[in-house]
């Protein structure tokens, strides 16, 4: 089963991970950007947290096959992923739902709208969203 996850959360997949070396700058992170100071590398590493979170979330159930790398369409994040059982998240995600639901995340950072610092799955601040797209495994 694929499902699709999209969010105001920027979960760029930069590959930063660890501290800041001025030795290692400047640089490009997997995603492209240019870094050539601690603000950037600060900025390129909590983008790659969101991503990591998100991952971690995601595979608290089950073992999560092929996760593409998050995309920006239209102000949202939006990666895929796969799992093997279509009802490991429920009839309808619902447990997946349940698992993000007030996990705290990293804003400022490429967002152009307000969001909460925490995902919101539901109601009128909601910032993230889940929907199967292929059901093809069963």
């Known amino acids: 089963m694929k499902i699709r996850v999209e969010t105001l959360f920027d979960c760029t997949a930069t590959g930063i991970t660890g501290h800041f070396r001025s030795s290692d700058i400047p640089c490009q992170d997997k995603?492209?950007?240019?870094?050539?100071?601690?603000?950037?590398?600060?900025?390129?590493?909590n983008q790659q947290r969101n991503w990591e979170t998100l991952q971690q979330i995601t595979s608290l159930r089950c073992q999560v096959d092929n996760y593409s790398n998050p995309l920006k369409v239209n102000d949202r994040w939006q990666f895929d992923f796969e799992v093997e059982r279509s009802g490991i998240f429920g009839d309808d995600l619902e447990e997946l739902t349940l698992d993000c639901n007030g996990i705290p995340m990293i804003c400022g950072l490429g967002q152009t709208m307000n969001t909460q610092n925490h995902i919101m799955t539901q109601g009128k601040d909601q910032n993230i969203w889940f929907k199967s797209i292929n059901t093809d495994y069963d």
């Open 31 to 45: 995603s492209g950007q240019w870094i050539r100071n601690q603000a950037d590398w600060n900025r390129s590493r």
